[in-house]
């Protein structure tokens, strides 16, 4: 296996880890109220609940696609790619 692939699938598992864990950590920390601002969400996209569609008689194409962000996430995926350039540099 070469480096480079290495270093990619490495990078894409701290990224996954990072995303992972700041999601738990968010839904774990809605009710606490000292640490509610870790749940705070941003979505931003066009909703899945009222999608766009294309209608061409023959078959209908809906399009819809959201992505919901909260402060944890931003931390913890920040965490990850520090510990990602800390512990992959001699791949």
């Known amino acids: ?7 990619t699938i490495a990078f894409l598992f701290f990224l996954l880890a990072g ?6 950590l ?10 509610s601002w ?4 941003l979505s931003v996209g066009l909703d899945t609940g009222s999608p766009m569609v ?4 023959v ?3 809906a399009f819809g696609f959201t992505l919901s962000v909260n402060a944890a996430q931003i931390i913890c995926v920040i965490i990850a790619l520090i510990i990602y ?4 540099k001699g791949l």
Do not use: H, N, Q
């Open 1 to 7: 296996m070469s480096s480079g692939l290495k270093r």
């Open 19 to 24: 995303i992972l864990l700041g999601t738990i």
């Open 26 to 35: 968010g839904r774990v920390c809605e009710g606490v109220p000292v640490l």
């Open 38 to 41: 870790l749940a705070y969400t």
């Open 54 to 57: 294309l209608d061409l008689i």
């Open 59 to 61: 078959f209908k194409l």
């Open 85 to 88: 350039s800390k512990t992959c």
